[in-house]
């Protein structure tokens, strides 16, 4: 997390491997979410005319993922490119975001200089940004140390903390300390005994009312465990927060937009700024997806917003691709 200041404001069926497929049609673009009576709904992708549906009364932020700054390789040796274009698009909105939140692998191989780069392009976008890392940015010898030196100021424990934003409570929570060298998955993502603890005892005392965004890097659900995607404990979580309203779990890490909805949990992976990776079980492993059509790269890269007003019910939210 970086630049935090806490603020205080005055049912879909199990995906198939066809529904990964199209979900995987859309990995790249840039989502629009806004609320309608504390429940999350989509309107569709940035640049759509279903996006200007976004009320600019409302709080509006975007989430940004898996830059992965220090990458070389195809499909794409340019990442802080694509990172630049990104943040651009961002810029360029008609309703500005009140804030970023980036969910994680912000560096390719947790190097200062790989940071140094990404915090060049995002602070241009002149926004509060709130990180949190993937496996890639706690790959140092320390397991993390540089990361959290950097950005785990006003955190808790290993990283994990929580905010209010307009009568929303958004949650930062990590699952990434237990990848093998390599970054090779050791089985589903784990958030432990302490963080759990700790996030019980956030959501205590909030009124069911109260939206909920949660944020992690890995799923908070499985989608497909020979590669990871997935939390093994992220059900104790869930349910510390089953009695609210509404409930918004925002993650990354597998490249590509896969949605589910769980009674008032409703769940959403997000596209990467720097490469696409398969569709889940349908390539050798979950690495980049080198064989990209020339011109085709930007279709799969992007960025979301997600848009909530009060009273309305959910957050709409909107992708958007890279493409011009």
Known sequence: MADRDDKDPAGAAPLNRRGLLKCMGWAGTGVVWGLSGGVPRTLGLIGDASAAEVKQDGLTFVQISDSHIGFHLPPNPDPRGTLTEAIDKIKAMPTQPAFLIHTGDISHLSKEEEWDDADQVIKTANKQVFFIPGEHDVADADNGKAYLARYGKNTNGRGWYSFDVA??????????????????????????????????????????????????????????????????????????????????????????????????????????????IPAAGTGPAPGPMKEVAAGELHKYLGIRTVNYVRGKGAPALTDSPLVA
Not at 192 to 220: C, F, N, Y
């Open 167 to 276: 009568g929303v409570h958004f949650i930062g929570l990590i699952n990434v300390y237990d990848f093998q060298p390599g970054f090779k998955s050791a089985g589903l993502a784990k958030l432990g005994d302490e963080q759990l603890e700790w996030l019980e005892k956030d959501v205590a005392g909030r009124s069911t009312s109260t939206p909920i965004v949660l944020m992690a890097h890995l799923p908070l659900w499985t989608i497909y465990e020979p590669w990871g995607w997935g939390t093994a404990d992220a059900g104790r979580a869930l349910g510390y927060l089953k009695r609210f309203g509404s409930v918004t779990v925002l993650n990354g890490h597998i490249h590509q937009i896969v949605q589910k909805v769980e009674g008032n949990l409703t769940f959403h992976t997000a596209r990467s700024t720097a490469f696409p």
